[in-house]
């Protein structure tokens, strides 16, 4: 099995940053692709950005230019760096990962979620 632990969330005001974390562990030959999604209340769970093993990114065209996604595959993590926050980004945001166990063994996989609030 495979594990995702996010870390970084909390309330900040608006214009301000945080940094999201989420490490992998357990049963993992390779990491694919690594990406963050959130969920507001009320809202579908939308993707917010992702990296695939070459290091190339992907991002929802309302963080674009505000928000930073990177790993570090030597420790199995991903991250998000989000500047200029503003209440419309409050959601819970969830980490999610693409991960062969072994050669022919393939899981998505997905952390328990960390809160973002985004509130003066």
């Known amino acids: 099995q495979v594990q995702l632990v996010e870390s970084g969330g909390g309330l900040v005001q608006p214009g301000g940053s945080l940094r999201l974390s989420c490490a992998a562990s357990g049963n993992i030959f390779r990491i694919n692709a690594m990406g963050w999604y959130r969920q507001a209340p009320g809202k579908e769970r939308e993707l917010v950005a992702v990296?695939?093993?070459?290091?190339?990114?992907d991002y929802a065209d309302s963080v674009k230019g505000r928000f930073t996604i990177s790993r570090d595959n030597a420790k199995s993590t991903v991250y998000l760096q989000m500047n200029s926050l503003k209440p419309e980004d409050t959601a819970v945001y969830y980490c999610?990962?693409?991960?062969?166990?072994?050669?022919?063994?393939?899981?998505?996989?997905w952390g328990q979620g960390t809160q973002v609030t985004v509130s003066s």
């Open positions: 990296i695939n093993s070459d290091d190339t990114t």
């Open positions: 999610n990962a693409d991960v062969f166990m072994t050669v022919l063994t393939r899981g998505v996989y």
